[in-house]
């Protein structure tokens, strides 16, 4: 089974603010996905990347997959409140590629 | 994208007693997965239910405990027997969209046992 460590585990930052966001395995990925979860709801797929060394903007989150595909980051420009939630990498793995094996998590906290 | 609907959103259950959770979804899906998360933590892969034969158990969960129906392509359950304490947490169904694609997730069901 591929384990996925996230780092850091938990974030408060002050609006405005820039971070990242790690997820490492001692595993090649097949392909990543990173999901944001906010209180009450389920995760939401933000990307997923697939190919070592690719990046990918959505607005102001970039991510980036490493170019061995063991590791891939989430750098967040200018934090808002509304990033505020739960950052949750995930890989297919297991006995079938349908399943998913997700990550620890980083809980992410933008303070007004 | 596909749309699932939980049911309930969220309980408050007796110990020793049985919850069955509903998973609904709009369109007909090859694969639906059951997650545990606990207060706190990210997504623990209970279960896969397979339409129309007996679901697939991650390692550390069993039937007796978590059994799940599967009677078509757009429905499943989840019920949590005989609760305790340690399986207050969040219960999440998905959905697939491919092999190796991303899940569809409903809204979850928040469980907490007296």
């Known amino acids: 089974t591929q384990l996925l460590e996230q780092s850091p585990q938990f974030l408060s930052i002050q609006e405005g603010e820039n971070l990242t966001v790690y997820c490492n395995s001692l595993s090649v990925f097949s392909s990543l996905q990173w999901y944001r979860q906010e209180p009450g709801e389920g995760p939401v797929l933000l990307v997923t990347?697939?190919?070592?060394?690719e990046v990918k903007k959505l607005k102001r989150l970039t991510f980036q997959f490493g170019d061995a595909r063991k590791d891939s980051s989430l750098h967040i420009t200018a934090a808002q409140p509304g990033d505020t939630g739960l950052y949750l990498c995930a890989t297919p793995g297991g006995d079938s590629s349908y399943k998913l094996i997700f990550g620890s998590g980083t809980r992410l906290l933008v303070r007004p | 994208s596909a749309v699932i609907s939980q049911k309930p959103s969220r309980d408050i259950c007796q110990r020793g007693t049985s919850l069955t959770i509903q998973c609904q979804v709009d369109s007909q899906v090859t694969m639906m997965f059951w997650y545990r998360q606990q207060p706190g933590q990210s997504l623990t892969l209970i279960a896969t239910?397979?339409?129309?034969?007996?679901?697939?158990?991650e390692s550390g969960f069993v039937i007796d405990k978590f059994p799940i129906s599967r009677p078509n392509l757009t429905f499943s359950t989840l019920t949590v027997s005989n609760m305790s304490p340690e399986d207050s947490s969040i219960y999440l169904c998905s959905v697939d969209t491919g092999v190796g694609q991303p899940q569809h997730f409903g809204d979850g069901t928040r469980l907490s046992i007296l």
């Open positions: 990347v697939v190919t070592g060394g």
């Open positions: 239910a397979n339409q129309g034969s007996e679901a697939t158990y």
